[in-house]
């Protein structure tokens, strides 16, 4: 099981949804991995439907979405792998 933090744009100067900021705690059997990295593109806006797909493309069961404070800026994203 993995869980997904994600924050919009972190800088002022940055388009709106355009950098990520992506903090994960995976659930594996013997132990509980927390780690994280951040991210920017320009060719498309990475909003929480982005992550849903991809996670979707990529195999995973979306648990929980979860939008929180002003939307697409910070979500939770809780996924399975069947």
């Known amino acids: 099981m993995a869980y997904l933090g994600c924050r919009g744009a972190d800088r002022l100067d940055?388009?709106?949804?355009?950098r990520f900021t992506i903090y994960l705690r995976t659930k594996l059997p013997s132990e509980t991995v927390e780690y994280g990295y951040s991210i920017a593109r320009y060719d498309r806006i990475l909003d929480p439907s982005y992550y849903a797909a991809l996670a979707k493309d990529c195999g995973f069961e979306v648990v929980t979405l979860k939008e929180q404070g002003s939307p697409t800026k910070t979500f939770f994203l809780e996924l399975r792998r069947p």
């Open 14 to 18: 940055e388009p709106e949804g355009k």
